[in-house]
C-alpha cells in the first residue's frame, strides 16, 4: 500500500476499536410523488415503463410491454434497437450487465462484459519505450475485447425473458433496414468523433459516412444494410450465428488481416455469466448492483455505508458540508478501487471486506467535514492524459412490477470505429479499461494495478452500475447512467438524492452533480452549484473544477401505489421516457 493509507484489514480494526460516532438518523423530507411542490415533474404511468437514451428504442420497448411481454424481453428488445440507432454505444459488438429484480424479489446480474483473446498478453498495450500506448488500447484492432452482448441477451431471454429472442430483435431490423431518420445526438457525435475514429476505416466510412464524404446530419435517413443481415441472421440462428456462424467469420477474419487477436476460438469460448448482485442497506432501504467484474456496486454500497454515518439530510442538497463529505467517501473508495478489483475468475476481490458497515465506520472516521484530506496522503498517483466517452443505460419496469437495468457500451463513442467487415457491426475498445500498466491512468483517469492487468480471458475492469433500490421489499428505484469512472458517481448521486434529499425521480436527475475519484485529486463539479458553496469547499481543501456535464441516467421510481414514475437525463438530447 502507498503512503499514508492503512490497509483495509488495519482500517476494519481501528474503526472497529476507534469509532465514536453514532449512526445519524436520517431527516430527509418526504418524497412528493408528482404533485405541485414538485419542481421537476416525472413521467407518470400505470403499467409499464421504459426510460433510454433513444426515443425509437425506447418505443421499441414500450411496444413489448404492451404486447405482453416481460421488463427484461423488453429490455431485450431495447439494447437490440439501441446497435441501430445509437451507435455511439448500443452495440452488437460490446458488453456490458443487465442487473434484474424479479416482482417476486429475486435479484441476479447477468455479466456480458468483453473477454481479451486468448493471444492477450499483459504488456500488449506498451510502446517500445515501456510507456502504455493508448492509440493501441483505444483505436487498433488490439482495442477490441470478444463482444458479449449477443450472449448476454441470449442467456437473460433463456432465463427470464417470456418471448422468443426473434420477436425482440424484430424492431432492430426494421429499423436498420428501413432506416433510422439521424437525430441531433447522433448527428453531432458523428461530426465530432467521426472524423477521430470511423471515417479511416473503409467498412465504418461506407455505413456512417454519404458519397459526398461528409457524415450523416440531422433529419438525414441512415440504412444500415448489413447490420440488418447480421440482426436477421441472430434472430433466425440465435447468438451461435454470431459466436460460430457467418459473423464470427466475418469478426475473425477482420482481425486476421489487420493485426487484431480475436480468433474464432475466442468467440466460440465467451460465455455470459449469471453472478449474485452486490447487496447493502441505505438508511433502511436495500441496494443492489453490479459484481465485479464491474467495481460499480461495491463501490457503490462503501460510499453509502460511509455516508450513513453522517446526516446528509440536515446539511442539505448542495451544502459544502454535503458535498465535502460526499467527495471525501468517493476519494477512499476509488483508491480501494485501484488496488483490490479486477475480474472475481482471475483475482479474490475483497467484497464482503469493502462492503462491511465496519470498514464503512473506520474510513468514516478518517473523514474530516472541515478539512480534505489530499488524494496523495491517501495513495499516490498521475493524472488523466485526457478524456472521452460514451456508453448507454436503459432502465425498463412491467406491469408484474419485475425491473430490469442494463449498461452496456463500447467504452468510447463508436467503440474503436471498426465495423467488422460485411457485419456492419462495429467493435468496442474495451481492452482500455485493463490496467496498461499499474499506476498509469486509461482514458477515465483511472490507475490500476495487477488485480486488472490484462490476461487471456480476463474481463477488464468496468465502472457501470446498473443499480435497483428496494424498499420494504419491493423495487422503489431503477437506474443507471453511462459516464466511465464517473458512473460510479453519478449512481450514488441518483440514490442519495432520492433518499437523503427527498427528491422525486425527476429532480434526482436533474440536479447538479459533482465527482472526485480521488486521482486526479479534483473536486468536478456541474455548472448549478453556488459560487459560495464552491469558495467554501475551496476552503476546506478540495481543488474545485467546474466541468462539463456528467452521465445521463434512465431512471424509474415506483410509487407507494404502485404508479411509475420515470426521467429521462436533460444532459442527454433525443432521450425518453414512455409507458403506457
Ligand atoms: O466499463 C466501463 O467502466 C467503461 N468502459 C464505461 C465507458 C463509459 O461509461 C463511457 N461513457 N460515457
Known amino acids: 500500500m502507498g503512503q499514508g493509507r492503512v490497509t483495509l484489514a ?23 410523488y408528482g404533485v405541485d411542490a414538485d419542481t421537476f415533474h416525472p413521467v407518470k404511468e400505470q403499467h409499464g415503463m421504459v426510460a433510454s437514451v433513444d426515443a425509437l428504442a425506447t418505443q421499441a420497448g414500450v411496444d413489448v410491454l404492451k404486447r405482453g411481454g416481460n421488463a427484461v424481453d423488453a429490455a431485450i428488445a431495447v439494447g437490440y434497437a439501441l446497435a441501430v440507432t445509437h451507435p455511439q454505444a448500443g452495440n452488437l459488438g460490446g458488453g456490458g450487465f443487465m442487473l434484474i429484480r424479479t416482482a417476486s424479489g429475486h435479484a441476479t446480474a447477468i455479466d456480458f462484459r468483453e473477454m481479451a483473446p486468448i493471444k492477450a498478453s499483459r504488456d500488449m498495450f506498451l510502446d517500445a519505450q515501456g510507456n502504455a500506448d493508448g492509440k493501441k488500447s483505444l483505436t487498433s484492432h488490439l482495442a477490441s475485447g470478444v ?20 420477436q425482440l430483435i424484430a424492431p432492430a431490423i426494421r429499423l436498420a433496414e428501413k432506416g433510422i431518420v439521424v437525430n441531433e445526438a447522433l448527428a453531432d457525435d458523428l461530426k465530432v468523433y467521426g472524423k477521430e475514429v470511423l471515417i479511416t476505416h473503409p467498412n465504418s466510412k461506407a455505413v456512417f459516412y ?38 464470427a467469420s466475418e469478426i475473425a477474419a477482420e482481425m486476421a488481416a489487420n493485426g487484431g487477436l480475436i480468433g474464432k476460438a475466442d468467440l466460440a ?17 436495500e441496494v443492489f448492483s453490479m459484481p465485479p467484474p464491474s467495481s460499480g456496486g461495491i463501490h457503490i454500497v462503501e460510499i453509502l455505508n460511509i455516508l450513513e454515518n453522517f446526516d446528509l439530510a440536515k446539511m442539505g442538497f448542495g451544502s459544502a458540508d454535503a458535498m465535502q463529505v460526499m467527495a471525501e467517501a468517493e476519494k477512499h473508495a476509488y483508491a480501494d478501487r485501484s488496488e483490490y478489483l479486477g475480474d472475481p475468475d482471475f483475482v479474490k476481490v475483497p467484497w464482503q471486506a469493502l462492503t462491511s458497515k465496519a470498514y464503512a465506520k473506520s474510513l468514516a472516521q478518517q473523514i474530516d467535514v472541515n478539512k480534505a484530506l489530499p488524494s496523495t496522503e491517501i495513495k499516490p498517483g ?41 457485419s456492419g457491426i462495429l467493435l468496442n475498445n474495451e481492452m482500455d479499461d485493463f490496467s496498461a500498466k499499474p499506476g498509469t491512468p486509461n482514458i477515465y483517469g483511472l490507475v490500476g494495478g495487477e488485480a486488472n492487468a490484462v490476461q487471456p480471458y480476463k474481463r477488464p475492469l468496468s465502472s457501470m452500475s446498473p443499480t435497483i433500490v428496494a424498499k420494504d421489499g419491493k423495487t422503489w428505484l431503477v437506474t443507471g447512467s453511462p459516464g466511465g469512472s464517473r458512473i460510479i ?34 473536486l468536478r463539479v456541474e455548472k448549478g452549484f453556488s459560487p459560495d458553496t464552491l469558495k ?44 403506457y
Open 489 to 522: 458517481t453519478t449512481v450514488l448521486q441518483m440514490v442519495v438524492n432520492s433518499i437523503d434529499f427527498g427528491m422525486n425521480v425527476a429532480e434526482a436527475t436533474n440536479a447538479p452533480r459533482f465527482h472526485h475519484q480521488w486521482l486526479p485529486d479534483q
Open 10 to 32: 488495519a482500517s476494519l480494526i481501528a474503526g472497529l476499536i476507534f469509532w465514536q460516532g453514532a449512526t445519524a438518523a436520517p431527516t430527509a423530507p418526504p418524497i412528493s
Open 536 to 579: 467554501l469547499l475551496e476552503a476546506k481543501g478540495q481543488h474545485v473544477k467546474v466541468l462539463p456535464a456528467m452521465g445521463s441516467t434512465q431512471s424509474i421510481m415506483i410509487g407507494p401505489d404502485g404508479t411509475l414514475y420515470g426521467a429521462s437525463d436533460p444532459r442527454s438530447v433525443d432521450d425518453l421516457t414512455a409507458g
Open 382 to 422: 498521475k493524472l488523466a492524459p485526457y478524456e472521452s466517452n460514451q456508453t448507454t443505460h436503459f432502465s425498463v419496469v412491467d406491469k408484474q412490477g419485475n425491473a430490469v437495468a442494463v449498461t452496456y457500451t463500447l467504452n468510447t463513442y463508436f467503440g474503436s470505429g471498426i465495423v467488422a467487415g460485411k
Open 269 to 285: 469460448n465467451y460465455k455470459a455469466v449469471e453472478r449474485k448482485p452486490i447487496s447493502g442497506t441505505y438508511r433502511g432501504y
Open 147 to 166: 463482444p458479449g452482448t449477443v450472449a448476454g441477451f441470449a442467456l437473460a431471454n433463456k432465463e427470464y425473458g417470456t418471448l422468443p429472442l426473434a
Open 210 to 247: 454519404k458519397a459526398d464524404g461528409q457524415p450523416y446530419a440531422r433529419g438525414e435517413k441512415l440504412v444500415q444494410h448489413n447490420l440488418a443481415r447480421s440482426l436477421r441472421l441472430i434472430a433466425t440462428q440465435g447468438p451461435d450465428a454470431f459466436y460460430k456462424g457467418e459473423i
